[in-house]
């Protein structure tokens, strides 16, 4: 099938890279335009975009593709180029991107789109995230035939995956990149071979998973310990929980709670420990067991050989 592909991060470039591994004639790849990244600030090529160069596929970057909006121009001239394509379909995944209705009527087979979450479960930017800092036990990947609301579309596949004690945003993000890679294969197929029904989205059980602000990282040590681990995972990689111990600023990358057995064991003075299992911190009727941490400026490490570093006791 002749498609263009629109996406930015790795999660994205996941599911080109499935595609193009497919067969499928990919005509053109629209992605964010380049940001300043690193130490030096450098502009950087989005991971979509460097896989797409690297394949010889023709990229576009507009910063806007509304024909009424702030880059006229620019959604011009992407517009022309998505039309002279002449694609089948569009396939869409964390592009970045709001697609204005034109978009949606260019195609014959419309714009799928790759969802990381149980629809209506999480839409929005950061379903990852917010599942793991929510508790859940499950999330998944949806293909959804898009439409013009925020992840409102017609579903047209559904995969669940487990969300385990022990994932962070980082390791549940690879599994389902390659979910999503893999399904939106199969999904294809089916299209082509007229075999998907979509389905509406329930009405029940709608939330929004809204984008991850560098303010919520920030510890509050006046909540429970697994609400706190919870949101350590959840912001592993980004933006990384932060918190203040024995006045030194430090990122947190993982913990655990303290069983109860062990918690009732564990002095507290001047708000931690140093145990054999990491760095114990109280929260509310609870115990939070650090066990990788990461000084400014530093790299990170093990909490034992942190509290070696630091001559703790």
Known sequence: ??????????????ALEHLHRAGHEIALVLTQPDRPAGRGMKLQASAVKQFALAHGIPVAQPRSLRLDGKFPEEAAAARQAILE?????????????????????SFPHGCLNIHGSLLPRWRGAAPIHRAIEAGDTETGITIMQMDAGLDTGDMLSVQKLPITDADTTA???DRMA????????????????GQLQPVPQPTEGVNYAHKIEKHEAAIDWNQDAATIVRRIRAFNPFPGATAVLRGETVKIWNAHVAPAGDGSTIKIEADL???PAGIAVAAINSIVIITELQRAGGKRMAASEFVRGMGWR
């Open 1 to 14: 099938m002749k498609i263009i592909f629109a996406g930015t991060p790795e999660f994205a470039r996941t």
């Open 273 to 275: 420990a140093v145990t």
């Open 171 to 173: 390791t549940l993000h």
């Open 85 to 105: 394509t002449q694609a089948d379909a569009m396939i869409v995944a964390a592009y970045g991107l709001i697609l204005p209705q034109w978009v949606l009527d």
């Open 178 to 193: 390659e979910l999503g890679g893999t399904m939106i294969v199969q999904a294809l197929e089916q299209v082509a071979a």
